[in-house]
């Protein structure tokens, strides 16, 4: 099944650049707009994934996401940035978008990130998932062990690492050799445990324990 992509950056070169990645994958078509233009083309047009820059004049990213998320059926959004990592990305995340990425992805990425959010999944770049640790634990703790790790079984550890990996359940399960609902058991238990209430909360602990990956949110059996 092909699905459409809508860009929003208000640079016509960065646009420009965005649709000839994009266009050059077989699964995905392509509709480009602006930041001004951007709910009006998601309304009119119904993109399934939007790739929305974070910084743009009148109307920001995390607006533009907002306001996406009040349709029926809203996009899955992929924040993208060319600049350091600030207070912007927990406010894109609290706004509901499916991941954070810098611009300087590969061709490569940016279709598996895409292909991870329509599965499911959240991509956040590993820089990302540094900063939002920071804001969210204060100064880095040496040697610390986030409270109730410790309750967890073999399997409810191995899955909160491949959560703080970016993995959706599908792709957990595969990876894990289980059926998706025994994954979906593992993720309701561990969150249980550590007293957590989603998914996002799950990763930035796994991350903050050393239990995610290097390459968070690049899985090569994205689908």
């Known amino acids: 099944m092909t699905a459409s992509v809508l860009i929003v950056d208000d640079q016509v070169l960065i646009r420009s650049g965005l649709r000839q990645l994009v266009g050059a994958s077989p699964a995905f078509e392509v509709v480009a707009g602006d930041g001004a ?31 996406l998320m009040r349709f029926a059926a809203p996009p899955k959004v992929l924040v993208l940035t060319g600049f350091d990592v600030d207070d912007r990305v927990l406010d894109a995340l609290e706004a509901g978008a499916c991941g954070f990425l810098f611009k300087d992805l590969t061709p490569w990425q940016l279709e598996t990130a895409m292909r991870t959010v329509l599965a499911g999944g959240r991509v956040i770049a590993p820089a990302v998932l540094d900063s939002l640790v920071r804001r969210a634990t204060g100064p880095a703790r040496s ?74 949110g690049w899985d090569t059996d994205a689908v």
């Open 37 to 67: 233009e951007a709910v009006a083309q998601a309304r009119a047009h119904r993109p399934d994934v939007v790739l929305m820059d974070v910084r743009m004049p009148r109307v920001d990213g995390v607006a533009a996401t907002a306001q």
């Open 143 to 216: 040697g610390a062990v986030p409270d109730g790790l410790g309750r967890l079984g073999g399997s409810e550890r191995r899955v909160l690492a491949l959560i703080g990996s970016g993995l959706t359940n599908a792709q957990i399960a595969r990876r894990l050799h289980l059926s998706q609902a025994s994954v979906k058991t593992y993720v309701s238990r561990a969150l249980a445990k550590l007293g957590l209430d989603n998914r996002t909360q799950a990763a930035i602990l796994a991350y903050e324990a050393g239990l995610a990956g290097t390459e968070c």
